[in-house]
T-cell receptor, first 115, second 116 residues
Framework: GESVGLHLPTLSVQEGDNSIINCAYS??????FIWYKQESGKGPQFIID?????DKRQGQRVTVLLNKTVKHLSLQIAATQPGDSAVYFC??????????????FGTGTRLLVSP | EADIYQTPRYLVIGTGKKITLECSQT?????MYWYQQDPGMELHLIHY???????EKGDLSSESTVSRIRTEHFPLTLESARPSHTSQYLC???????????????FGPGTRLTVL
């Protein structure tokens, strides 16, 4: 079955650096991808999404890049701040035959930002 | 900021007790979901609903049940809690397809359940 995985379980960066979190997906039919941020004791918080007809999408300090050729997704965080420390999940949207849209989550990457 | 709420936030309960985890959203979303998440691990879908009177089982088998009598409310019930049910339970909602953002799910803060 399809899977969504992350290359690095933990990423440590210095405050002010740019962070890049990577994600591989296996379902070439997926047409929607989401990045979530989950802080300790909280539910996942939507960061940014991208549809498969796009290669890049920018938000506030975040950029998502999609490479459909190698089925790779990345989240770039500019000028990383201590408040960015969290676990980041990529998720792939899968449309079931019933029309229901479900999200397939990876295991997450923990981002640690040191001052 | 998503308006989706879960209570209780933390629950410690003995084996065999019946529990209900509450989830409500004020966004008028038709679709709602329950996920189970162990610490540091991925989320697993256990239940979902298209709308009122609709409930379906997700990918991960669960002994819990859900109901959807009102659009805004999607409670999860465990008739007899066991230590294997210890986990974090996350509720989410999204717009029905056809809306401007049909696929984005918004999550509540979660309920951390511990069964002794």
């Amino acid at each position: 079955g399809e899977s969504v995985g992350l290359h690095l379980p933990t990423l440590s960066v210095q405050e002010g650096d740019n962070s890049i979190i990577n994600c591989a997906y296996s379902n070439s039919a997926s047409d929607y991808f989401i990045w979530y941020k989950q802080e300790s004791g909280k539910g996942p918080q939507f960061i940014i999404d991208i549809r498969s007809n796009m290669d890049k999408r920018q938000g506030q300090r975040v950029t998502v890049l999609l490479n459909k050729t190698v089925k790779h997704l990345s989240l770039q965080i500019a000028a990383t701040q201590p408040g960015d420390s969290a676990v980041y999940f990529c998720a792939e949207n899968e449309q079931m035959n019933t029309g229901f849209q479900k999200l397939v989550f990876g295991t997450g990457t923990r981002l640690l930002v040191s001052p | 900021e998503a308006d989706i709420y879960q209570t209780p936030r933390y629950l410690v309960i003995g084996t065999g007790k019946k529990i209900t985890l509450e989830c409500s959203q004020t966004m008028g979303h038709d679709k709602m979901y329950w996920y189970q998440q162990d610490p540091g691990m991925e989320l697993h879908l256990i239940h979902y609903s298209y709308g009122v009177n609709s409930t379906e089982k997700g990918d991960l088998s669960s002994e819990s049940t859900v109901s959807r009598i009102r659009t805004e409310h999607f409670p999860l019930t465990l008739e007899s809690a066991r230590p294997s049910h210890t986990s974090q339970y996350l509720c989410a909602s999204s717009e029905l397809m056809g809306g401007p953002n049909p696929d984005t799910q918004y999550f509540g803060p979660g309920t951390r359940l511990t069964v002794l």
